[in-house]
């Protein structure tokens, strides 16, 4: 059974940093297309960043261009998501998603991830 725990969140302020991390459990990683998404209150949630198996297909919502950077170790089955410069607006849980390597689905839509962890709050404040 998939498993995906997140990890890292806290409180930070206006312009520091923070990396979150997602340990999976129970299924293959590195035949899954893993992303962070994130929700605020009073808000739906929304993509931040993916990454497809070999690293080279990273994929980035254009609020995080340039400030978050997402990685993973398949050996340690873990993906992270490096966060600095980090904004008030980036206040938010973020969540770890999983869906199988393989799906056409569009990467950045909420609907086409199979898997997801408990999330883990970030707050910014100004």
């Known amino acids: 059974q998939v498993q995906l725990a997140e990890s890292g969140g806290g409180l930070v302020q206006a312009g520091g940093s923070l990396t979150l991390s997602c340990v999976d459990s129970g299924f293959t990683f590195n035949s899954y297309t893993m992303g962070w998404f994130r929700q605020a209150p009073g808000k739906e949630r929304e993509f931040v960043a993916a990454?497809?198996?070999?690293?080279?297909?990273?994929y980035y919502a254009d609020s995080v261009k340039g400030r978050f950077t997402i990685s993973r170790d398949n050996a340690k089955n873990t993906v992270s998501l490096q966060m600095s410069s980090l904004k008030p607006e980036d206040t938010a849980v973020y969540y770890c998603?999983?869906?199988?390597?393989?799906?056409?689905?569009?990467?950045?839509?909420?609907?086409?991830?199979?898997?997801w962890g408990q999330g883990t709050q970030v707050t910014v404040s100004s």
């Open positions: 990454i497809r198996w070999n690293d080279l297909n990273t």
């Open positions: 998603a999983a869906r199988w390597i393989f799906s056409s689905q569009p990467i950045d839509v909420t609907g086409t991830y199979d898997y």
